[in-house]
């Protein structure tokens, strides 16, 4: 075990508000001076050094020493810090007191208004970036005073295509015990106001937390934007691809021959994540049914919606794309279809590279001799950048008790039972990767997608015909692919009914292809708000019922 005679920072902060703090004390190195150390944490290549631990009711200029018990990534320790020149940062995610209506107080990171990032939380504290020289003595202390506040974020502003709306949920504040609001951003048809007499069908669009609408640019292109270049795509000029999709896209909208209809992206962050998974969780509350019972039927009156199943439908890519399938399935009748891409595990005896039921290490292969690490992030010709193993250790960083607000937790968040202590209960040890079987159990019965269709086919299948179609890449670089293969096997086979859906993958295509054979990741994921319409306009033809609304939305 790493001694505490390694490097040590001694970190105090100043307030304005003399209040105790509860929270993650995060302390990062940096050699890179590109941006401030607390944007350059990633379990990437080029991810920096970052060291956490928890603190609880720190006073202001109270010292709180940080040294080698303190959990670390990727180095494992302080005492690993070899000798340099780094710039330093520190930060504190704060945490509230949640006193939940079953009796359990639970200390989490609230959404500020920012979609759950660490970095950019409204009210959190952090240090100015000081540089330091590392000597490599292991006897070194470093003092670090976090006397910067992160500022609010502003207020979400209506347009003329995009309207803002929120509700304190029922359901969700008997949850939390106290005030949760559901919002939305609105996406209105052409003609909205001019044409009082149309209702329109609902298109749920699911994704990450949405700070602002989906790109839609009422100007045209700007001819003197300074092209970027986008390192996730390898493209230059992304920034001027984005204007003039967001241009096409305003003309698409606002074309004679093109249907009109609603758009919503839904803001539900929890305090586990930037989203809720749009499903009833035992540790998040029943987000599934504040949706669809409390915030659709409220959007739909208040937009003219026409607030039935078969005028709703469901798309969206990643986390995205498994809310999507999730809320068809669970709400079979108040959706007429999903069309989901790249979606984050729907099998999980392929959970990434891990089969939950079957191994025993999620971060390791089984072996008699050697540990190998399973990967956990791959680019179109397999090369590796990060490991489960590399993953999970970040969020163990940013927060124990599945409070780092990252992928894995927010799965467990989801997807477990809650424990004794009011928080998730682990699939896995954090730092062992050993995977808890009864809780892998507990995952099947109710979140593993594919298992639940199988169960219930005889009871759902009639509900789902023709509602199902699920996009991905063959290479998509998080292996979610994998799981698609599995339920397609189980979707092919099916009979009373036959599924009547569709699956298809992208050659070489990564994380997120959406279905389109003949345009790039890069220009696709710009276009799901219309992309999808040709075929949600036949389902709603062959499946409307009798005497259904429609023609007073398609003026």
């Known amino acids: ?26 302390v990062m190195l940096s050699q890179d001076e590109a941006d401030e150390p607390r944007f350059q944490i990633s379990d990437g290549l ?28 990727p180095l494992a320790s302080l005492a690993d810090v070899p000798a340099g020149t780094y710039r330093v940062q520190a ?58 506040i992160i500022d609010p974020v502003e207020a979400p502003k209506d347009s003329q295509y995009f309207k803002y709306v929120s509700m304190r949920s029922e359901k969700l504040s008997k949850f939390w015990g106290e005030d949760v609001n559901l919002a939305a951003w609105v996406m209105v048809p052409h003609g909205f106001d001019e044409n009082p ?119 969206g890519g990643s986390t995205g794309g498994w809310e999507a399938m999730a809320m068809q399935i669970f709400y079979p009748d108040s959706f007429n279809g999903a069309f989901i891409a790249c979606p984050d595990p729907i099998d999980f005896r392929s959970y990434m590279t891990i089969d939950i039921y079957q191994d025993k ?30 993953q999970n250790r970040l969020e163990w960083v940013l927060g124990d008790k599945g409070r780092s607000c990252g992928q894995f937790d927010i799965w467990e968040a989801t997807y477990s039972p809650m424990g004794e202590d009011g928080y998730p209960v682990r699939l896995w040890n954090k730092e062992t990767g050993e995977i808890n079987q009864e809780v892998a159990k507990y995952w099947r019965e109710n979140y593993d997608l594919r298992h639940i269709l199988e169960r219930d086919w005889s ?12 996009y991905v890449g063959d290479m998509d670089n998080y292996y979610l692919n994998n799981a698609v293969y599995l339920t397609e096997s189980f979707l092919q086979s099916t009979s009373n009914p036959h599924y009547g859906g569709e699956v298809k993958y992208g050659d070489r295509a990564e994380h997120c292809w959406n279905g389109d054979p ?38």
């Open 91 to 148: 930060l504190v995610n704060r945490y509230h007191l949640f006193k939940l209506s079953n009796g359990k107080q639970v200390w989490l990171p609230p959404d500020r208004g920012e979609g759950q990032q660490w970095n950019r939380k409204p009210g959190n504290l952090y240090s100015k970036a000081q540089t330091i020289q590392v000597d490599g003595s292991g006897k070194q202390s470093f003092e670090i005073v976090m006397d910067q």
């Open 1 to 26: 075990m790493a001694q505490d005679s390694s490097l040590t920072f001694s970190v105090m902060f100043q307030s304005e508000q003399e209040e105790q703090i509860t929270g993650r004390l995060l």
């Open 361 to 390: 290490n999620a971060y390791y292969y089984e072996s008699a001799f050697k540990k190998a690490l399973r990967p956990g992030h791959r680019d179109c010709l397999g090369h590796i950048s990060s490991s489960i193993y590399d």
């Open 459 to 470: 009871t759902i299948g009639e509900k789902l015909k023709g509602k199902l179609h699920i």
């Open 197 to 315: 007499q149309a209702h329109f069908p609902l298109m749920v669009f699911h994704g990450h937390f949405p700070a602002s609408p989906s790109s839609f640019r009422i100007e045209a292109p700007d001819p003197n934007l300074e092209p970027d270049y986008s390192e996730r795509f390898s493209v230059k000029g992304y920034n001027q691809i984005q204007q003039q999709e967001a241009h096409d896209l305003y003309k698409k909208w606002t074309s004679p021959d093109f249907p009109r209809y609603l758009v919503i992206e839904i803001q539900h962050p929890t305090p586990y994540y930037d989203d809720s998974y749009a499903v009833n969780s035992a540790c998040q509350g029943p987000y599934g049914d504040a949706i669809v019972h409390e915030l659709i039927p409220f959007i739909e009156k208040k937009f003219r919606g026409i607030g039935e199943g078969w005028a709703r439908f469901l798309y």
């Open 46 to 73: 080029h991810g920096q050094l970052i060291f956490g631990q928890n603190v609880s009711q720190w006073s202001p200029s109270s010292e709180v020493l940080m040294n080698a018990t303190a959990v670390g990534f």
């Open 518 to 555: 003949d345009n790039p990741n890069h220009i696709t994921r710009l276009r799901y708000n219309s992309m999808y319409v040709p075929k949600i306009m036949k389902r709603i033809q062959e499946s409307a019922p009798a005497g259904a609304d429609l023609t007073s939305w398609r003026y």
